[in-house]
Structure formats: C-alpha cells, structure tokens
C-alpha cells in the first residue's frame, strides 16, 4: 500500500523557518515525479514545488524562500519554508506521481496524496 506522509507543520511567526517531510512507503519514490502543493481556506489547491532527480521547479510565491529537497535512502522528500508570510498559511499536502509528461503544477495530474499539515503564520 502507497503512503505518503507529511509532518513538521505548525504555528510560526512572520519572517520564521518550517521544515517539512514527507516520507514515503509501499514503493521506492526516486523516480517519481514529487511535489508539494498547499490549500488555504476557501481556496483551490495550488502548486509549491516539485522535484525529480534533482531537478526542481518553484511556484513564483515560493521562489527565493522555499527549498525542495529529496533523501533517496529515507524515501523522503523536504521543503524548506524561510522568510515565511501569514499569506503561506494552508495545509500542505505532499503529492506523487510516476509519469513525467503532464503539467507538473497541475493537482489532478498526481496520483498520490499525503493528509496534509497545517501551517499557521502569524503576523
């Protein structure tokens, strides 16, 4: 059974740092297609970032403040959430999928979904 599961969210201050993770298990995640994505309330699921490899690809929201990053040997992939604003406050949810082809911001492309971790910043 694939799982993906997100931790490291929380409440932090404006201009503070997060570290999220997302461990993966049910099958080795190296070779997919990894992203993160968030939700704020009353709002439609919108893409952070993604890496594959080690290539990366950023929101223009999330460019210059967040990092992604993958630990093929734990199966986990990271982001890591500088300079934060009260506007990143959503749940974040970690997101998988095997095929390269497809719009890589697109939610619905994903075939794999973690249950998601509040971020709550304050101002």
């Known amino acids: 059974q694939v799982q993906l599961v997100e931790s490291g969210g929380g409440l932090v201050q404006a201009g503070g740092s997060l570290r999220l993770a997302c461990a993966g298990s049910?099958?080795?995640?190296?070779?997919?297609?990894m992203g993160w994505f968030r939700q704020a309330p009353g709002k439609e699921r919108e893409f952070v970032a993604v890496?594959?490899?080690?290539?990366?690809y950023y929101a223009d929201s999330a460019k210059g403040r967040f990092t992604i990053s993958s630990d093929n040997a734990k199966n986990t992939v990271y982001l890591q959430m500088n300079s934060l604003k009260p506007e990143d406050t959503a749940v974040y949810y970690c997101?998988?999928?095997?095929?390269?082809?497809?719009?890589?911001?697109?939610?619905?492309?994903?075939?794999?979904w973690g249950q998601g971790t509040q971020i709550t910043v304050s101002s």
């Open positions: 890496i594959r490899w080690s290539a990366t």
């Open positions: 997101a998988a999928r095997m095929r390269l082809a497809g719009e890589i911001q697109a939610a619905g492309s994903y075939d794999y």
């Open positions: 049910g099958r080795t995640f190296s070779n997919y297609v």
